[in-house]
């Protein structure tokens, strides 16, 4: 398995689960990878390899692929797990941030998400592998801040809701591919992205998040995840909250 953003939390605790037995590359920009790679080697991990990784470069992506398939051997599980929360008010002044937002959160995803699904589409499918999930799965993190983008963090929001109806696309022509594609649609995380801020409502945890992937994962089957589930219910009525109601929702 891969992850790309291999020092993000929700990352590391997902190839944690999935590490016993396995080989497991941890794909990230420059810097030190020793605490992610001691953590997963821990969980019981045959071997952990990790990569620097530009998620924002468009050839960097090719080329790690490249070299991920020739080093270490055909990636059955892939994690998109990076992103930026960026700052909201410098993004309102100044655009060149909000384009930094737009191309991470949302071009370099799904730009990822399609050279990952055309490789997995690629290839001989596993035998004895249930078929949905017989070439590979991927998993891309939207966010319930796309489902309706609220004024506080509109920028952060548009990128999610684009990333959103993207993946949601792609998983419908995927279908039947034998490649399988999860949205997992987690609300407030705690953690280091939103260190300083008040929780909300139905937060969650890194292990948490962690926990209903790999359950869905395993299951094989079904795109849409929200994290919790409580979630999929308090945004079904979002749309038809008053714009002058709306506007003064919190982040």
């Known amino acids: 398995m891969a992850v790309f953003g291999g020092r993000s939390e929700i990352g590391v605790a997902i190839a944690e689960r999935l590490a016993p037995g396995a080989t497991v590359v941890l794909a990230a920009r420059p810097g030190p990878m020793s605490d992610a790679k001691a953590k997963v080697e821990a969980a019981g991990a045959a071997k952990v390899v990790c990569m620097e990784f530009d998620a924002d470069s468009l050839d960097s992506q090719r080329e790690l692929l490249g070299r ?8 059955d599980t892939a ?11 410098r993004a309102e002044a100044d655009a060149a941030h909000t384009a930094q937002i737009l191309h991470t959160d949302f071009s370099a995803q799904a730009t990822l998400l399609i050279e990952l699904s055309n490789r997995m589409k690629s290839r001989t499918p596993k035998p004895g592998v249930e078929p949905r999930k017989a070439r590979g799965t991927i998993v891309a993190f939207s966010s319930v801040a796309g489902v309706r983008v609220r004024r506080t963090n509109f920028v952060y929001g548009s990128a999610k809701a684009g990333l959103d109806g993207f993946a949601q696309g792609l998983a419908h022509a995927l279908h039947g591919s034998g490649v399988h594609l999860i949205i997992a649609r987690p609300g407030f995380v705690i953690g280091r992205m939103t260190e300083g801020m008040d929780p909300a409502p139905f937060s969650s945890t890194p292990d948490e998040v962690a926990d209903a992937v790999v359950e869905r994962i395993h299951a094989g089957k079904g795109t849409s995840l ?7 219910a308090m945004f079904s009525v979002a749309p038809f ?11």
């Open 226 to 232: 929200w994290i919790p589930w409580q979630l999929r």
């Open 68 to 75: 991920i398939e020739t080093e270490v051997g055909a990636i």
């Open 241 to 251: 909250i008053p714009d002058a109601l709306w506007r003064r929702m919190p982040r």
């Open 79 to 89: 994690v998109l797990a990076f992103g930026i929360l960026g700052d909201q008010d």
